[in-house]
């Protein structure tokens, strides 16, 4: 079994020094940074499995430091130690997703045991994803629509040959979830799921992460880090939003396509891979070849076996079905046992034209979780948070005896939740088009009790 990699960022070489010492004796791969700007740098770089961080740096401190890891969407463990301890600044490490707070000086066992539970936490996360991947909760795949079983005869079909498949769709439709399905019903089941979102990854980023890095490569890359082929091997790749991928990005893949080898960056050695690669866009690929920014070669390397998924305009009639099963899941996520929908707030989410889709619905109805404080959800508490038969107005958002406070708010998260699912969780993008920083942008969303869960999508507080 692999050691676990332990980042330890702090500003005295002493405690550098001493930690990294007490966790390579408990055999942990150790590296150390003695500034947060450092540690950001080589977290950006490699992927550790928990950060041990002092609170107090010069430049940016520790807190700051948190905050820029969950801006760039690394959600290992973080244990904060500081020999200054307040409960405010403890307070502050919690609420930014702290998973610890320790005391100098720290004690072995203490610091050892809080890494256990940090690095189990998190093995739990991922064995739950995993299981909620494999039996399908929050699945879009659900419906007894005719495009819906037309869709899943043709998973069958993909997922029964070996050719890569292209899956198309709008923002929202499931697309993660179709090629996970293809996977698991292919003969790599027993293989690996690799998934990289294209547009979520710097440009100058992309190619490490698929081909992976030799260690000296660039600034940072301290050690060898094997890519998403290569971890793939045997398996499936899943390339998100494909349509984004940089022009130079594009070349390469296609050759890797191709001759079924890679360079890691920085290496000269080719390396053979075995990986069925299955994209998919929600790009018209074909006006974006006309307009040179996607390979029309590329295309038709991914395009072997194509599949379209339905928007959910197109299969309305699996709303209420989806509804009830997406109700079941915020229930029991944010402790609301016990809510239904009348036949009138499922008659309402029918006539709603859902342009975020199956991901919009979800959210739709955590929002109605946790907001509507009643056992039942209702056809007016439907129209207050959507509107009359389409996206939500002002006076959907008037309720008799609120107050203006809480009216404004139950608004602002509303636009901020449809900015996000418009941008499909992606942040940067979404802080720039609401006019807001990134930091600004989260601080809102913890306030207005918005979280992104592991699949990238938005929701309520758990």
Do not use: W
Request: proline fraction near 3%; charge should be negative; glycine fraction near 10%.
């Amino acid at each position: 079994m692999p050691r676990a990699a332990i980042l330890v960022v702090d500003d005295e070489k002493n405690i550098l020094s001493t930690l990294s010492r007490a966790l390579r004796v408990e055999d942990f791969d150790v590296d150390v940074a003695g500034s947060a700007e450092i540690g950001l740098e080589k977290a950006r770089v490699r992927a550790y499995d928990a950060y041990l961080v002092d609170v107090n740096m010069p430049g940016m401190d520790g807190l700051s430091l948190i905050r820029a890891l969950r801006d760039a969407q690394i959600d290992a463990p973080v244990l904060v130690m500081s020999g200054q301890g307040t409960i405010e600044t403890a307070v502050e490490a919690t609420r930014l997703g702290a998973h610890d707070f320790l005391e100098k000086p720290i004690g072995t066992d203490r610091l050892l045991l809080s890494l256990e539970r940090a690095l189990q936490f998190t093995k739990l996360a991922h064995e739950n994803e995993s299981l909620r991947e494999r039996v399908g909760e929050a699945s879009g795949l659900i419906g007894e629509s005719a495009p819906m079983r037309g869709l899943r005869d043709q998973i069958s079909l993909a997922a029964s040959a070996s050719a890569n498949v292209l899956i198309m769709g709008e923002r929202g439709t499931g697309k993660e979830l179709v090629a996970a399905a293809i996977h698991r019903g292919s003969k790599r089941n027993k293989g690996p799921f690799e998934k990289l979102n294209c547009a979520a990854v710097p440009s100058e980023l992309i190619e490490s992460e698929l081909f992976g890095h030799e260690a000296g490569a660039f600034t940072g890359a301290t050690k060898q880090r094997r890519g998403k082929f290569e971890r793939a091997t045997k398996g499936t790749l899943f390339l998100d939003e494909v349509g984004d991928m940089p022009s130079p990005m594009q070349a390469k893949l296609l050759r890797v396509l191709q001759e079924g080898e890679i360079e890691r960056v920085g290496g000269g050695d080719l390396l053979k891979v075995d990986v069925r690669v299955v994209a998919a866009t929600n790009k018209p690929l074909k006006k974006e070849i006309e307009e040179g920014r996607f390979r029309a070669d590329l295309f038709d390397r991914l395009n072997v076996v194509p599949l379209r998924v339905p928007s959910l305009r197109e299969r309305i009639e699996d709303v209420p079905v989806l509804a009830g099963h997406f109700l079941r899941i915020a229930c029991a996520a944010n402790d609301r046992r016990g809510k239904s929908f009348s036949e009138g707030a499922l008659a309402q989410l029918g006539r709603h034209d859902f342009p975020g889709n199956v991901r919009e619905l979800r959210n739709l109805v955590e929002r109605l979780v946790i907001l509507v404080p009643g056992d039942v959800i209702h056809e007016s508490d439907v129209r207050a948070h959507v509107g009359q038969g389409g996206a939500s107005t002002g006076g959907g958002y008037y309720r008799p005896g609120a107050h203006l406070e809480d009216m404004v708010k139950e608004a602002e998260r509303d636009l901020v939740l449809r900015a996000l699912e418009h941008h499909q969780g992606h942040i940067t993008r979404t802080a720039a088009d609401l006019g807001l920083e990134r930091s600004h942008l989260y601080k809102k969303m913890k306030a207005l009790g918005i979280r992104r869960d592991a699949t990238g999508e938005v929701g309520g507080d758990e």
